[in-house]
């Protein structure tokens, strides 16, 4: 008969394994187990702290998270403020309020700051009409696109982020009428509706967020997925 500490060893061994599947299966059965398993969770992202945070991090943080519990929040606001990963920019943009709708798992909001923050990076003229030209694309730093990415990258189990799409994208041959939808865009040749036929969770298809509705643009979404950040690495 196995017992708890061996349980708990058992999965303690799985978050430092290599497969990713594995690490996030994990996360959840210890975070069913309770306490004992929530202590696992929160020393294993102590000891992670001097690495580059992962998807296996953001995780943890939103596990914390959605615990509810008091003294895990109270953790995780000690140890990281301004959360878990590192939000580099080139133009002083403040990713905070996008990091954290994303460790509270409020993907809705997060899509609305992601093209708020677009349109920071494009200027004030973009933020007062509240979209993005895709002639403005190509002056936004890489760093400031891989930052936005890597958060929902993080807080998405891999699920969602920009360079997901470009994947996709270029999986399907940069075929458009092939990528909407495989994203969940469209369906039966019909567009979906904004915002109430959209998946807000971790349900939705692969590379279905963000899509703060106005990149939905062939020329936009193009720009996007060919700027240089995915080509410069992280």
């Not at 939000?87 to 993907?107: C, E, H, K, N």
Request: glycine share 8%; aromatic share 10%.
């Amino acid at each position: 008969m196995v017992s708890d500490s061996d349980t708990l060893e058992g999965l303690r061994a799985q978050l430092g394994g290599d497969s990713l599947k594995k690490q996030l299966s994990a996360v959840h059965e210890l975070a069913a187990l309770g306490g004992s398993g929530m202590e696992v969770l929160t020393r294993t992202l102590s000891d992670r702290n001097d690495q580059p945070a992962t998807v296996l991090d953001g995780r943890i943080v939103q596990v914390l998270y959605a615990s509810q519990n008091e003294d895990l929040r109270d953790f995780l606001a000690q140890h990281w403020p301004q959360g878990r990963l590192p939000m580099a920019t080139a133009s002083g943009v403040d990713y905070w309020p996008l990091q954290d709708s994303l460790i509270r798992q409020d993907f809705q909001t997060a899509d609305r700051l992601t093209l708020e923050k677009l349109c920071e990076l494009a200027g004030p003229g973009a933020v007062q009409r509240k979209w993005v030209y895709f002639t403005e694309v190509d002056q936004f730093a890489s760093v400031d696109l891989q930052t936005i990415d890597q958060l929902w990258l993080a807080y998405s189990e891999g699920k969602f982020g920009f360079s997901v799409q470009r994947r996709i994208w270029l999986g399907l041959g940069q075929n458009w009428d092939k990528l909407w939808p495989r994203l969940g865009w469209k369906d039966d040749n019909i567009w979906t509706r904004y915002p109430g036929e959209f998946i807000w969770d971790l349900s939705a298809p692969d590379g279905h967020l963000p899509l703060s509705n106005q990149l939905r643009g062939v020329r936009m979404l193009a720009s996007l997925l060919s700027h240089p950040a995915w080509s410069q690495g992280s």
